[in-house]
């Protein structure tokens, strides 16, 4: 079964950090861009970061520039987002996604609170 799976969510406190693995299975994630989105009620998903398969490039949105970066570990078949300095406004449930396949995972709910 092809499918990615999020973990690493949780509550966090402002300036606090977190990381959030996308984990593959059925699927060689080296092979394809990966994305990070996330969403919050009543709001649009927002990419917040992707890693192109070409040379590795990042892009990020805006919001999270300097804060957040992504990263691939091929032996674990997995992708990782780690997130520094964060504030209330990072919470949101995170889904890792792969786009030209339409494959999403379940999501990981981040908290940023005090």
């Known amino acids: 079964q092809v499918q990615l799976v999020e973990s690493g969510g949780g509550l966090v406190q402002p300036g606090g950090s977190l990381r959030l693995s996308c984990a593959g299975s059925?699927?060689?994630?080296?092979?394809?861009?990966v994305n990070w989105h996330r969403q919050t009620p009543g709001k649009e998903r927002e990419l917040v970061a992707s890693?192109?398969?070409?040379?590795?490039?990042?892009n990020y949105a805006d919001s999270v520039k300097g804060r957040f970066t992504i990263s691939r570990d091929n032996a674990k078949n997995t992708v990782y987002l780690q997130m520094t300095n964060l504030k209330p406004e990072d919470t949101a449930v995170y889904y890792c996604?792969?786009?030209?396949?339409?494959?999403w995972g379940q999501g990981t709910l981040v908290t940023v609170s005090s």
């Open positions: 059925g699927l060689t994630l080296w092979n394809y861009r």
């Open positions: 996604n792969v786009g030209v396949l339409e494959l």
């Open positions: 890693l192109t398969l070409i040379g590795g490039r990042t």
